[in-house]
T-cell receptor
Framework: GDSVTQMEGPVTLSEEAFLTINCTYT??????LFWYVQYPGEGLQLLLK?????DKGSNKGFEATYRKETTSFHLEKGSVQVSDSAVYFC????????FGTGTSLTVIP | EAGVAQSPRYKIIEKRQSVAFWCNPI?????LYWYQQILGQGPKLLIQ????????DSQLPKDRFSAERLKGVDSTLKIQPAKLEDSAVYLC??????????????FGPGTRLTVL
């Protein structure tokens, strides 16, 4: 069945460091891919999405490219800020919505 | 535009008791989802409604969990009786277009359930 495998955390970075959170997927067909973010005490929010191969989703300085050949959708940001501290979830939409286990990011000043 | 509303935000009960959660989706959203998010894990889909009909409830533990969306708007999820392993955050989400995989799900703040 469809699934999402996400890099385990927690991840701790200094402000302005480069961020990569790995996400790979298994799916039949052509799913859409998403990154959701959950800030402390808040609900899940869509961060970015890509609906087909080679699409790049971007938002708030974050980017992810839908790579069909490597079945990946890694999240990147060139320079993280303290306000980026949150839990990040990779997800795919196939027959159902499937979420990864989440990666906790803490950015220290 | 108002977001997805959920209540209560927190609930503490003893095992074998009953509990109910309420969700009001974004106005006009036909699709409604209930997820269970256990600490340290990603959300797991419990049930998906399309208007007032059930699309997918394959992962809903039907011996103790039930959900309804009688008028195709707000929804209630019930657990009866609760077990310790039901301690989790219960998330409600809604989506505008039915069956469109590229559409965004909008999530409510969740209800944190603790079963003692």
């Amino acid at each position: 069945g469809d699934s999402v495998t996400q890099m385990e955390g927690p991840v701790t970075l200094s402000e302005e460091a480069f961020l990569t959170i790995n996400c790979t997927y298994t799916a039949t067909g052509y799913p859409s891919l998403f990154w959701y973010v959950q800030y402390p005490g808040e609900g899940l929010q869509l961060l970015l999405k890509a609906t087909k191969a080679d699409d790049k989703g971007s938002n708030k300085g974050f980017e992810a490219t839908y790579r069909k050949e490597t079945t990946s959708f890694h999240l990147e940001k060139g320079s993280v800020q303290v306000s980026d501290s949150a839990v990040y979830f990779c997800a795919l939409s196939g027959n159902q919505f499937y979420f990864g286990t989440g990666t906790s990011l803490t950015v220290i000043p | 535009e108002a977001g997805v509303a959920q209540s209560p935000r927190y609930k503490i009960i003893e095992k074998r008791q009953s509990v109910a959660f309420w969700c009001n989706p974004i106005s006009g959203h036909a699709t409604l989802y209930w997820y269970q998010q256990i600490l340290g894990q990603g959300p797991k889909l419990l049930i998906q409604f399309q208007n007032n009909g059930v699309v997918d409830d394959s992962q809903l533990p039907k011996d103790r969990f039930s959900a309804e969306r009688l008028k195709g708007v707000d929804s209630t999820l019930k657990i009866q009786p609760a077990k310790l392993e039901d301690s989790a955050v219960y998330l409600c989400a809604s989506m505008l277009e039915p069956g469109a995989s590229y559409n965004e799900q909008f999530f409510g703040p969740g209800t944190r359930l603790t079963v003692l």
